[in-house]
């Protein structure tokens, strides 16, 4: 057998052992679009021991996006699946459906928690209801500031207007299908420095997001944890 067979045999293994996993830590699934850096924060964290969480599954609605590569190379089972508009069904209705699917493929994967780390899509309540007060995201912009795409490039802009001297990022629970509204878990502010280009302060950006990502499912962890140890004390 060729090295790379071997390596596929042992990457099919785990994922084969993953849904009835005995591991005792926190089970995230995670939703990605695009490069998939908040991701790699995340599984180089889980695989050092550093975090005591694990990634069991990861979902992108991109086909080509890097983020499977990633979570397939940490030998995580990872599935594009991509929106499709259906014949003759209106818009939200065609959402709705593609929610409902998404759900019945992230369920079997028991997580405690979804993080939606890059995803690209606002979920339907055919989603979230069957995830309730488990579903967090990450935001590249503090509370109430520059909802939804492009934020960052948006605060940088926002700054060389002379309007803020300062943004950050989040992470916050998803409740319902408003747009980056859900109470906050983490933040933290980022200024700007002069004469900085928005590739420097997106590059700054990033390292802030992977930092709160960490804290975050750290905190998600440890309060999983919390519960699980008050119920057995009765």
Not at 89 to 111: F, G, H, Q, T
Not at 207 to 214: A, D, N, S, T
Request: charged share 25%; glycine share 8%; proline share 6%.
């Amino acid at each position: 057998m060729s090295r790379q067979d071997t390596v596929r045999s042992q990457i099919l293994n785990r994922t084969s052992n993953f849904q009835g996993s005995d591991s005792k830590k926190p089970r995230f699934v995670i939703l990605v679009s695009g490069r998939g850096s908040n991701l790699q924060a995340f599984l180089d964290a889980s695989l050092s021991g550093t975090l005591d969480a694990e990634a069991v599954f990861v979902v992108s609605s991109e086909a080509e996006a890097p983020a499977l590569e990633r979570a397939r190379q940490a030998g995580v089972p990872a599935q594009a699946f991509p929106y499709r508009r259906e014949p003759g069904l209106d818009r939200n209705a065609s959402r709705r459906l593609y929610d409902a699917r998404l759900a019945k493929i992230v369920e079997p994967w028991k997580p405690d928690f979804i993080f939606l780390l890059g995803w690209m899509r606002i979920l339907s309540n055919a989603f979230i209801h069957h995830f309730p007060g488990r579903i967090y995201n990450l935001h590249p912009a503090l509370p109430g500031c520059f909802p939804g795409t492009g934020s960052i490039q948006r605060a940088w802009e926002a700054y060389g207007r002379g309007e803020i001297d300062h943004s950050g990022a989040m992470v916050h629970l998803v409740p319902d299908e408003g747009v980056d509204t859900g109470p906050v878990l983490e933040s933290e502010k980022l200024g700007f420095s002069p004469f900085q280009s928005i590739e420097a302060f997106e590059a700054e950006m990033h390292r802030l997001e992977h930092r709160l990502v960490l804290r975050a499912a750290a905190r998600l962890a440890a309060s999983l944890n919390t519960s699980e140890n008050h119920t057995k004390g009765g």
